[in-house]
């Protein structure tokens, strides 16, 4: 799992600093906002790493890493609503990631960086 968001991140990153700079600091509200149990923050930081991510890989790359994530879920060794279970059992499960308020958060971001084009 941990291979798989590197190598995510890797590639919205690139060999881009300010790509890269962008990235970290979205990823360290996202981790705050979880930690801190803040979910409407949290959606918007995974809300604007959603659009970060269509806005630098292409179609081919997103689909390729759907399929990695895809494969790496039917391999855990329990099923899914097992992991989310322990979640929640772990107290990880209070910041809750509202579906519409990423898509919110993706689409505001969506057009802040085609307006900065």
Known sequence: ML???LDLSGAVRGNDPAASQQHAL?????LAAFLSENSAAYANAL??????TTQRLSQA???SL???QETL?????????DWQK??????WGRTKADPQAIA???EAATKTQSKQR
């Open 61 to 63: 790359e997103m689909q």
């Open 26 to 30: 979205l990823s360290e509200q996202a």
């Open 104 to 106: 919110t958060a993706f």
């Open 3 to 5: 291979k798989f968001g």
């Open 66 to 68: 759907r399929g990695r």
């Open 47 to 52: 809300g604007r790493l959603a659009a970060m």
């Open 86 to 91: 322990l979640i929640e059992d772990l107290c």
């Open 73 to 81: 879920i039917k391999q855990l060794p329990l099923p899914i609503k």
